[in-house]
Structures are given as C-alpha cells and as structure tokens.
C-alpha cells in the first residue's frame, strides 16, 4: 500500500512540475521512480517524457536505452509498444524545423556573472559567437545560462 502511494506521488509529482515547466523536478522525480522500480516501464516512460519535455533528446534516448536494457536482461523481453511510442515521440519532436531547446541542469548557477554579461553583449551584436576554452571549464554550462535567462537568444535565435 505504501509503494503504490509512493508511486502515485511520484506520478503526480511527475506530471505537475513537467506541466509547470520544472523540469528539474520532473527529471528527478521520474529518476527516483525508475530506481525505486527498475522493471517498471511505466516509470520508463515517464522519464522518458520528462526528458523529452525538457528538451534533452539524448537522454530521452539513454534513458530508453537503459529501459530496454534492464528489460532484456532481466526479465528476456523487450519494451512495450507504448513506451517505444513514447521514445518514437521523443525522437520526432526534435524536427528540423523546430528550435533547439536548452538543456535543463539540475545544480545551481553561481558566479560567471563577468562571462555571462560578456556573453549576452556578443549575442546582441551580429555575427556568430564561438565560445573557447579548456574541457570541462563549463562553456556548455554557461551558454545554456545565458540563453535560459532570456528565454532564449536575443533575436529569437537558438
């Protein structure tokens, strides 16, 4: 009775902040019901979704990835058609002619404020901005602050 609870829970938590766009809390919330219940593809899905929501389309994969993968070696069988359905729908929502989304992060942003005001003036002039430094410095970090910030790029550009 408590699982089932717990679970219900999760699944309105779930949907609630996916629908209020806080994906953050959606993403976490379907990851804790994907480890609490590792061979329920419901909970699959909803990652999935919550992922595909937040605009991550590789981890939308991954995530189904790892569904069929716990699927197959533990229980010999393959996803159910509905939850290939909603890793088909995950792939076709990233069309061509529709605008990259940023990535959601789930750790806070602190400092850079000199890069990110130094960013935003390049974006606002015209010509292409290229964002250098060292892996693992945050370049990716930054730029989806920045463009998170405003909605988006100046411009409408994303």
Request: proline letters at 3%; aromatic letters at 4%.
């Amino acid at each position: 009775m408590a699982d089932t609870l717990a679970r219900q829970a999760l699944e309105i938590l779930i949907i609630a902040a996916g629908s209020a766009g806080d994906h953050v809390v959606a993403i976490s919330a379907a990851r804790r019901a994907v480890s609490s219940a590792p061979l329920d593809e419901y909970a699959h899905r909803m990652l999935i979704r919550a992922l595909d929501l937040a605009g991550d389309q590789a981890g939308a994969v991954s995530a189904y990835e790892q569904c069929r993968a716990v699927l197959a070696d533990q229980l010999g069988v393959d996803p159910s058609a509905e939850t290939i359905k909603a890793y088909v729908t995950a792939l076709r929502d990233q069309s061509r002619s529709s605008g990259a989304r940023v990535p959601v992060h789930a750790s806070s942003f602190i400092g850079r404020e000199r890069e990110s005001s130094r960013l935003r003036a390049a974006l606002d002039r015209p010509g292409l901005v290229t964002v250098c430094g060292l892996g693992g410095v945050g370049k990716s970090r930054l730029t989806a602050q920045v463009a998170g910030q405003a909605g988006g790029f100046p411009g409408g550009r994303s």
